[in-house]
């Protein structure tokens, strides 16, 4: 694979992602690329993510960032995921295999939920303790 790959930090908020991306990007400069937020047909936890941020994508000057509100967790989260883009299915779930030798497979590759759904996510824990988030084109809407 001798292909650019782009690691993209990942911040998990509790509840407040927008308001800490916008301060980010009043600070450092930068806009925001993609923002999803969690409705009625698509949250997973509990009603309070409603209206929350599902999924962001932003860049701070010339490095992309992504991040997220996390309810499922007691206070702030300030452990830092990485997470990479896969042009496909198979690279995608080979990363996977390669992390998750000695780790953990979090999630398994599946669809995000909509309106993310162009896309498959999954998160694996490497046997160092890392956390990588590997997407890639969901099969089934290409």
Wanted: with cysteine; net charge negative.
């Amino acid at each position: 694979m001798n292909k650019k790959i782009e690691v993209i930090p990942y911040l998990a908020f509790k509840g407040n992602c927008e308001e800490a991306v916008n301060v980010y990007i009043n600070a450092f400069g930068g806009e925001i690329y993609w923002m999803s937020r969690w409705d009625e047909k698509n949250y997973d936890m509990t009603p309070e993510q409603i209206g929350k941020v599902m999924h962001v994508e932003f860049n701070l000057g010339s490095t992309r960032m992504a991040g997220g509100d996390s309810v499922d967790c007691a206070g702030v989260n300030t452990d830092i995921s990485l997470m990479i883009h896969m042009d496909s299915e198979a690279e995608a779930l080979q990363a996977i295999s390669v992390l998750a030798e000695g780790g953990t497979i979090l999630s398994p590759l599946r669809p995000h939920p909509e309106p993310d759904d162009s896309g498959c996510g999954s998160v694996t824990k490497d046997r160092f303790g890392f956390t990588w988030i590997i997407t890639c084109p969901n099969p089934a809407k290409q």
